[in-house]
């Protein structure tokens, strides 16, 4: 088994986790060593029940880090090179992997090899890396005015991207998270993951990639493992909506995936709204929890929402603000009053560490309404069974055939029977 299929990340957007300016620093202005803060959250991270640690960009950016403009310079907001070393050394002491963002679809405008196309046009040594658009422009990501789409066809931006990801893997990351992969041809992906694993076999790749064919990205582009998008709207979706068919839906469309990898899961990331404010009962929070820790896949907590952090994203300017925001320099600073999640996350998390199986683990569901619904994960001896009731009133299911007992939540096992309270839910584990 591979070592990423025991991974549970911790997934932090640094700028914003340690309130970084929003632009980039002026050239003479001296780098800020900010990284070492998340260094003494590296316990907090360990005590969650996490070891790996997924960090948003580090490399120097114009804005919000996703705008880079030098992929081998740690962007001075956040410190130096150094710096993340130091943190990546600091981290696997305590066993924990640290995964770096990647951003190879396009870059900011001030990124060396731009500014030089900028300024010569097609007499650039640069020019093929980038593809004109009418105007005498050249083409962007989504619209983007700041961000410029690299020339995937370009030989030598496969060079660059592969030099980059090596670069940082010989100095201590696990991985890589590709940011929006989905823009970037398959074959990009299979002619760059196929040199970066020649040389680093055990790395993790994984990519954004919000709709499409989810595995394509694995057979094709070579890659290991992709975003769970689908999921991640069917679960808050169908608890709002009190439909749990949808749910259902996705459970057995998230089946077909793991027949072919082992998808990246989530209910939170940097680019959506926190979950606790997607949702429109805060009872369905440990809903959400629940099945993203008995499912199958490689889970990654958003860094905020094992607190019920709240926060809406909206399409403006500064629309990410509310999601993305800064963190008190030690844990013990926190609000109390989502302490309570925290610790369910301890349980849950702890729960799936004690079943390390259910990373690949198919579901079946088994008893299925709007608002009740019963699903099993493993087989043969190896079997937990999760019922949720997303009603207002109590409810009761019948289990498979099987000696089963109670493993956690408010709700009862009784023989064959899972009595639920309203809004209740509870797992139970084959008896051995």
Same mark, same amino acid.
């Given at each position: 088994m591979h070592w990423s299929e025991h991974a549970v990340w911790w997934h932090v957007y640094p700028l914003g986790f340690t309130g970084a300016e929003r632009q980039a620093l002026p050239p003479a202005a001296p780098p800020v060593p900010r990284l070492s803060r998340l260094a003494d959250w590296l316990d907090y991270l360990v005590a969650l029940g996490c070891n790996g640690l997924a960090l948003g960009p580090v490399f120097a950016a114009e804005t919000h880090g996703y705008d880079t403009v030098d992929h081998f310079r740690v962007d001075p907001r956040l410190g130096t090179e150094q710096d993340l070393l130091r943190l990546i050394e600091q981290a696997s002491g305590r066993g924990v992997r640290v995964l770096l963002d990647g951003v190879f679809n396009h870059v900011g405008r001030g990124f060396p090899a731009f500014a030089d196309v900028a300024e010569h046009g097609p007499r650039s040594r640069y020019a093929s890396w980038f593809r004109p658009a009418p105007g005498g422009a050249y083409e962007t990501f989504e619209g983007h005015d700041r961000l410029v789409? &690299?020339?995937?066809?370009?030989?030598? @931006?496969?060079? =660059? /991207? !592969?030099?980059v990801m090596t670069h940082w893997l010989e100095r201590g990351v696990a991985g890589w998270r590709l940011d929006a992969a989905y823009a970037v041809p398959l074959p990009f992906w299979r002619t760059v993951t196929g040199r970066v694993r020649a040389r680093f076999p055990g790395a993790w790749l994984m990519g954004? /990639?919000?709709h499409g064919d =989810?595995?394509? =990205? /694995? !057979?094709?582009?070579? &890659?290991?493992? @992709? !975003?769970? =998008?689908? &999921?991640w709207k069917a679960i808050w979706s169908s608890l709002n909506d009190r439909n749990l068919f949808e749910l259902a839906w996705a459970l057995k469309r998230h089946n077909a995936l793991l027949e072919t990898f082992t998808p990246h899961t989530f209910i939170g990331n940097h680019d959506v709204t926190r979950i606790a404010s997607r949702l429109h009962d805060p009872r369905h929070l440990e809903h959400a929890l629940v099945i993203l820790c008995t499912i199958g896949g490689i889970p990654a907590i958003y860094s905020g929402d094992e607190q019920a952090f709240r926060g809406i994203k909206e399409e403006r300017a500064g629309g990410d603000d509310a999601i993305r925001p800064a963190f008190p320099d030690d844990p013990a600073d926190l609000a109390g009053h989502g302490r309570p999640y925290y610790r369910l996350h301890q349980d849950l998390i702890g729960f799936r560490r004690r079943h390390p199986w259910l990373v690949r683990a198919r579901t079946t569901v088994t008893t299925l309404t709007n608002t009740v619904l019963v699903y099993t994960a493993g087989e043969g001896d190896e079997g937990v069974a999760v019922a949720l009731n997303a009603a207002d009133g109590p409810a009761e299911a019948d289990l498979p055939a099987g000696e089963w007992r109670h493993a956690a939540g408010p709700g009862r096992v009784e023989g064959r029977r899972v009595v639920l309270p309203a809004a209740g839910w509870a797992i139970a584990a084959l008896a051995r």
């Open positions: 789409a &690299l020339n995937h066809d370009e030989p030598e @931006v496969a060079d =660059y /991207v !592969t030099e954004e /990639v919000i =989810y595995a394509s =990205y /694995v !057979t094709e582009g070579g &890659l290991d493992s @992709v !975003t769970q =998008y689908e &999921l």
